[in-house]
């Protein structure tokens, strides 16, 4: 590490009171990002605050910051655990203190703490595009896999028989039907539990979870969602969903009719749905019906923490916030 690296200090809890100075580490390194891939007139804008305390209430303890020498924040990375499932995200480095070896040093605190609390998965994702970023983090022990593709569908009438909103029913009931969606994560994919974020999402007032049942009312799958604004100050945008599970891929096509109804119902546009690479079924089914794709990330597995797709049904993993 390097005399400028060594005068920064951490990691540290991130504090709500760090919110405005981490937003605008965040978007002014993601610009400047884009910027370096020949794409300058991209401005990446600061989030919602809610989205933001969303993430580090999830994140817990591996939600952490680092400090330069005048206490301003020179680092950040956001290490996510989801059962025995660990991902890192966003994160970034202050641009003037780049390339000290500062980078290598909050990595590897999230490959520690996911480590340390268990998780049998651990990544990330990057943009495809940019070499530097994938050679970075191949260095770091990270294998490059498939692409995850975002796709959108737009918001479409209610059918007649609409799926129910985890907020609909009792609160006694909630925590029976959130015991029975980790159960069904966990049957089709060992190891995948959402209960935190499906808890968190309704407790921020971000989104709901979506419930698929078969004609005997067992769960056959379940969506995650949030439909509040992703950006500061903007409006309802997108429905987008954060975690899909599907007992069998063959109800894609009906998860995809009740999201796209969930998005009229929500008053925006469209969903955004990101699929892994690993589950082509599912991108068939939503391509066949109308889907457009709008994005392409590489996901990165470090080396001995490999993702391992379901052998049948669905787990989609958004690994962004």
Not at 250 to 263: N, S
Not at 269 to 291: C, E, K, N, T
């Amino acid at each position: 590490m390097s005399d400028v690296a060594s005068r920064v200090s951490g990691p540290f809890p991130i504090r709500d009171e760090d919110l405005t100075a981490l937003n605008g580490l965040f978007s002014d390194a993601f610009s400047e990002r884009y910027r370096r891939d020949g794409m300058a007139g991209v401005r990446v804008p600061p989030l919602n605050p809610v989205i933001w305390r969303f993430a580090i209430e999830g994140s817990a303890k591996g939600a952490m910051l680092w400090r330069d020498g005048l206490g301003k924040i020179a680092a950040f990375n956001l290490a996510h655990v989801s059962g025995r499932e660990g991902w890192m995200g966003p994160l970034a480095v202050r641009d003037d203190l780049q390339g000290h070896g500062l980078g290598r040093t909050i990595v590897r605190a999230g490959i520690e703490y996911l480590r340390g609390a268990g998780c049998r998965v651990i990544g990330l994702e990057t943009m495809p595009r940019t070499m530097d970023n994938i050679g970075f983090y191949a260095a770091l022990g990270f294998l490059p896999g498939r692409l995850t593709i975002t796709l959108t569908l737009d918001a479409q009438p209610a059918t007649d028989r609409r799926p129910p909103l985890l907020s609909e029913h009792a609160a006694d009931e909630r925590a029976a039907i959130i015991t029975e969606a980790a159960a069904l994560a966990d049957a089709v994919r060992a190891g995948s539990d959402y209960s935190r974020e499906i808890v968190l999402t309704l407790g921020h007032g971000l989104g709901d979870l979506l419930l698929l049942r078969d004609n005997w009312g067992e769960m056959e799958g379940f969506a995650l969602f949030h439909d509040a604004p992703l950006v500061e100050g903007r409006s309802r945008e997108e429905l987008r969903v954060l975690k899909l599970v599907l007992r069998d891929v063959g109800a894609m096509p009906r998860m995809a009719e009740a999201l796209a109804a969930q998005a009229r119902r929500s008053g925006v546009m469209r969903v955004a749905i990101r699929v892994q690479g690993d589950y082509p079924g599912a991108f068939r089914a939503l391509v066949a019906r109308g889907a457009h794709v709008r994005w392409t990330d590489l996901r990165m597995n470090l080396t001995g923490f490999e993702e391992v797709p379901a052998a049948s049904g669905v787990v989609l993993s958004n690994w962004e916030i």
